[in-house]
């Protein structure tokens, strides 16, 4: 069974303090692992798409790394707005269909 | 804009009623999904279609129902079956053209009462 499991589940930074959020996984046939940005009662925004290990993705302060039993979303110098749940999916070939597995989330809040 | 479009954003339903939430999207994606969200869990897949008229159970379907007659439209009926409705219901397509990558709607956010 694909499994996703992310953490910590919850993180508290000061404004300007770098750190890594981290999402291990077992999963037969990698397809792609995702990163998701989900602010309080809206829908999940898509951030990046890893497709093999040692591909990194940035963003503005975000930047996305890959190997083959887990990823990392380093967030170097984080602003209050980068405050959210950040979510992991990972996805397998299933029966014809790119069906993705999430993880829970890690849920960040950024002090200033 | 392209996007998905999730209504309405609040939704609540009585005992034995059963209540369609409407996602339309304007993507011209095929591949559509319904996913069921709690807090403490992580994003729990209902159904999908990956193109109209045909249409699949995901990990949780039991109370759940949808249809696909447009490739715009996938409705989402929470019947009386589901005994514990209450959640956040995020409506998804996605494209070959993002590896796959979701773009997701707004959400309904659905109570009893």
């Known amino acids: 069974e694909d499994q996703v499991t992310q953490s910590p589940e919850a993180l508290r930074l000061q404004e300007g303090e770098s750190s890594s959020l981290n999402c291990s996984y077992t999963v037969s046939g990698l397809r792609g692992l995702f990163w998701y940005r989900q602010d309080p009662g809206k829908g999940p925004e898509f951030l990046f798409t890893?497709?093999?290990a040692g591909e990194e993705k940035e963003k503005e302060r975000l930047k996305a790394t890959l190997t083959k039993k887990e990823s990392f979303l380093h967030i170097t110098a984080p602003k209050p707005e980068d405050s959210a749940t950040y979510l992991c999916a990972v996805q397998a070939w299933a029966g014809g269909s790119y069906i993705p597995t999430f993880g829970r989330g890690t849920s960040l809040i950024v002090h200033p | 804009d392209g996007g998905i479009t999730q209504s309405p954003k609040y939704l609540f339903r009585k005992e034995g009623q059963n209540v369609t939430l409407s996602c339309e999207q304007n993507?011209?994606?095929?591949?559509m999904y319904w996913y069921r969200q709690d807090p403490g869990q992580g994003l729990r897949l209902i159904y999908y279609?990956?193109?109209?008229?045909?249409?699949q159970k995901g990990d949780i379907a039991e109370g759940y129902s949808v249809s696909r007659e447009k490739k715009e439209s996938f409705p989402l009926t929470v019947t009386s079956a589901q005994k514990n409705p209450t959640a956040f219901y995020l409506c998804?397509?996605?494209?070959?053209?993002?590896?796959?990558?979701?773009?997701f709607g707004s959400g309904t956010r659905l109570t009893v009462v």
């Open positions: 279609s990956q193109i109209v008229n045909d249409f």
């Open positions: 998804a397509s996605t494209h070959p053209d993002r590896g796959y990558g979701y773009t």
């Open positions: 890893l497709y093999s």
């Open positions: 993507l011209n994606h095929d591949a």
